[in-house]
């Protein structure tokens, strides 16, 4: 399994753009902030569900949906997906974890 946020990203992003295909991708950024960042909280409502009820599988679809939907937000607003991993290497690094969280060559 190969398939990575930076793909889905770069999916989103030309769909952004695209002209030509029915996309729901394409809808939902039509459709404006407000309904972007509506659907990214149902979808973290339907996660917290799934955890609560503690069903793996129904924990994977709804992360999905939350990570599609997040992706969707980001490239709303013109944030790179980039930024929010430097943040997140920047918070490993100032709590001293960065030898832990460091990936084999
Ligand atoms: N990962 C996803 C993805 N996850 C969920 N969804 C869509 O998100 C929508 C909303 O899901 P819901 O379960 O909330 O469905 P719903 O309640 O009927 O939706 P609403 O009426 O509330 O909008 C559904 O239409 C799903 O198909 C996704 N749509 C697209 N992608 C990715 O985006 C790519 C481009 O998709 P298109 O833009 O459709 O070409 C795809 O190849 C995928 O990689």
Request: charged letters at 25%; glycine letters at 6%; proline letters at 3%.
């Amino acid at each position: 399994m190969s398939f990575t946020l930076d793909d889905l990203a770069a999916i989103v992003s030309a769909r952004a753009g695209s002209t030509t295909e029915a996309s729901y991708t394409k809808s939902l950024l039509d459709a404006g902030p407000a309904r972007a960042a509506k659907k990214l909280g149902e979808e973290a409502v339907e996660l917290v569900i799934a955890a609560m009820e503690g069903e793996p599988r129904a924990i994977v679809a709804e992360s999905a949906d939350l990570l599609y939907h997040l992706v969707v937000v980001l490239q709303q607003h013109g944030v790179a997906l980039a930024d929010v991993l430097a943040e997140l290497e920047r918070r490993t690094a100032r709590s001293g974890h960065e030898e832990k969280a460091s990936r084999p060559a």
